[in-house]
């Protein structure tokens, strides 16, 4: 009786493992592993194909949040900014999404984008529009002295309310009827670093950051450390672990940005 009973249940056992009711004991090891569930979104080492390590934005961000933490980590910078080239270095796969997100920012008026004297063309700098609001007083302060102050409230107000005048330039008559500039307040603006005279263009005016000229030194001489680093190795490349222990003794910027700016405007590759 208790043959016969076990006999039916080894039967019943191997209908149900036929039927796929019970699984088979995974002996050797051969059954493949279900994928593993991140349970935290934060970038950890393994995933430094796509982005360098340590870095501690979500998975899932967007343009604003990838140059928000640009700025983060270059703390020594005279002035907050970041590339726009290199938030493609941190988002590569939809340049098109990154740029609709921060045309939208731009439209919110919350991020303003320049051009910045000393990089390609198609270089542009990003930056708060709350930062270039301060930017503005502070060019304010130092002429309190010299000129007329009114001149950068109206400045201020006119370029920072208005969404359309939110682009890289703008033109002299614009700046004498919307901004109620005469030439003496726009010299006054030009002298004060807040806007430059286009190279081509007459009557026209690229909006500009103060204080660009030393940020775009330390810039110049950290791409110029790292690139002769690589230069000098007989593979052309290095490790990133090893690279981060350089200490680089001319730039003031730290080697994660200036990577990511490398790497953004494709003078290295990863």
């Known amino acids: 009786m208790n043959a016969r009973k076990r006999r039916i249940e080894a039967e019943q056992n191997l209908y149900n493992i036929q039927q796929g009711k019970v699984q088979k004991p995974d002996v050797y090891g051969h059954r493949k592993r279900p994928p593993i569930r991140k349970t935290s979104n934060i970038i950890n080492e393994d995933e430094e194909d796509e982005f360098f390590g340590d870095v501690d934005i979500p998975l899932n961000s967007d343009a604003v949040t990838a140059a928000e933490y640009l700025i983060k980590i ?7 900014i970041c590339f726009l080239h290199q938030i493609y270095s941190i988002l590569p796969n939809n340049n098109t999404l990154t740029d609709r997100e921060l045309q939208k920012a731009f439209a919110d008026g919350t991020w303003r ?30 002429c309190a002295e010299e000129g007329d102050v009114s001149v950068y409230d109206k400045f201020k107000h006119t370029v920072t309310q208005n969404s359309k005048y939110n682009q890289v330039s703008i033109t002299k008559e614009v700046l004498v009827k919307a901004c109620q500039l ?16 286009h190279h081509v263009q007459m009557n026209v005016y690229w909006f500009s950051i103060y204080n660009q000229g030393s940020f775009m030194s330390s810039l110049s001489n950290g791409r ?5 680093i690589l230069k000098r190795r007989s593979t052309k ?15 003031s910027f730290s080697i994660d940005f200036l990577m990511h700016d490398l790497i953004g405007s494709g003078r290295v590759e990863k």
């Not at 110029?224 to 002769?228: A, D, K, T």
């Not at 490349?237 to 730039?251: G, H, V």
């Open 74 to 80: 270059n703390p020594k910078s005279s002035i907050p």
């Open 113 to 142: 984008k320049f051009h910045i004297i000393g990089a390609l063309d198609d270089e542009y700098i990003l930056m708060k529009t709350t930062d270039y609001c301060s930017m503005i007083d502070h060019a304010k302060q130092q």
């Open 182 to 197: 005469n030439e003496q307040n726009i010299s006054q603006l030009v002298s004060s670093g807040l806007l430059i005279p």
């Open 224 to 228: 110029l450390q790292i690139l002769r």
């Open 237 to 251: 490349d290095i490790m990133e672990k090893l690279l981060k222990q350089k200490k680089l003794n001319k730039s």
